[in-house]
């Protein structure tokens, strides 16, 4: 088999396909934060994206893309998070039939809203099922297609237009930080920073517990790990893609890590001082530019945040610990 990667035309493309389905989101700024790092920190907030997170621009470009008898046949994945609710919306938008394939214990307000998207939600067992072999079986016996949540050129193409809107909205930055899970984002982001920032250093930020993209860069080669326990649920990835590893080698400048308390110190940070909720997830790239785990002083710094869907007693629990 052979990986076409995307490039950042395939960015640019998903942009057109994009249109007005997706929000154009704001770029918010803080002057406090500004004078606690002495720099100039620019939001990106796709907290505020359709479905609450990036994920509907990668899911909506991958779905457009379908051929007429693929739109026609459905289309398949497996999630419980951001990327079920981003490809039953898509598929709702664009009138194609979606089925997600979740486990049964996953949150019910999750589920609800799949469900609420006109989504079939089919369930399994985590403990004695896979969820692959799951939706590799529907392919097979239905003709649906796969999209998968990160290793897939227009996931990757899509995901990169919240970073190229960003730079278009703010003009060129020193340092750019983006949340890391299977590398989507991350990739996407690299490809429109690459084009129209070219001088930008890139981070990608994952839980340090979960340090597999870390590894993976620093030893030049895909790292798989078991799912680590980290409150940044949306980067619990087990290892990085056959797409999304290349363009991260090539571009990136380096893989961080922050903790569960510095992303709990982010959170509340943009809810006190900024009134938003970001998922903890959405705070890695955040976390690493608060805690300067790069010199930040004296730049222009880009923080990806990319999404707010979490779970408000959960939530709660976050705010008051410490
Ligand atoms: C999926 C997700 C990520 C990680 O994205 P990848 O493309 O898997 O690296 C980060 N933040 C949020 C909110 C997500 O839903």
Not at 228 to 247: E, N, W, Y
Not at 297 to 305: A, D, E, M, N, Y
């Amino acid at each position: 088999m052979t990986l076409r990667l995307p490039i950042y035309d395939d960015v640019v493309d998903a942009s057109t396909a994009l249109g007005v389905a997706a929000y154009r989101t704001p770029v918010l700024t803080s002057q406090t934060m500004n004078a606690r790092l002495d720099a100039q920190v620019f939001f990106k907030c796709e907290n505020f994206q359709r479905i609450g997170a990036f994920k509907f621009r990668g899911g909506y470009n991958a779905v457009s893309k379908l051929s007429a008898a693929q739109r026609k046949a459905g289309v398949v994945t497996f999630s419980s998070g951001n990327h079920a609710q981003a490809i039953a919306l898509a598929c709702q938008l664009l009138d194609v039939a979606a089925t997600i394939v979740m486990p049964h214990d996953a949150p019910a307000a999750k589920k609800a809203a799949t469900v609420g998207y006109g989504a079939r939600v089919i369930s399994y067992h985590r403990q004695t099922e896979d969820r692959e072999q799951i939706a590799r079986a529907l392919v097979e016996e239905q003709g649906l297609t796969l999209i998968p949540p990160f290793d897939h050129a227009d996931v990757i193409a899509g995901q990169g237009t919240a970073v190229k809107e960003l730079l278009e909205d703010v003009g060129g930055l020193d340092l750019l930080f983006v949340p890391l899970g299977g590398g989507g984002l991350l990739s996407g982001s690299l490809l429109s920073a690459n084009a129209l920032s070219p001088e930008c250093a890139v981070y990608g930020v994952e839980p340090q517990a979960g340090n597999d993209g870390q590894q993976s860069f620093r030893t030049g080669a895909v790292v798989h790990i078991t799912p680590p326990h980290s409150i940044a649920d949306g980067a619990l990835t087990s290892a990085l893609g056959q797409l999304t590893f290349p363009i991260i080698k090539q571009y990136a400048r380096d893989i961080l890590t922050v903790s569960d308390g510095q992303l709990i110190d982010a959170m509340r940070f943009f809810a006190e001082r900024m009134k938003m909720v970001v998922e903890p997830t959405g705070c890695l790239g955040a976390a690493a530019a608060f805690n300067e785990l790069v010199p930040v002083k004296g730049k222009r710094v880009g923080i990806l945040l990319s999404g707010g869907n979490v779970d408000l007693s959960a939530y709660a629990g976050f705010l008051q610990s410490n």
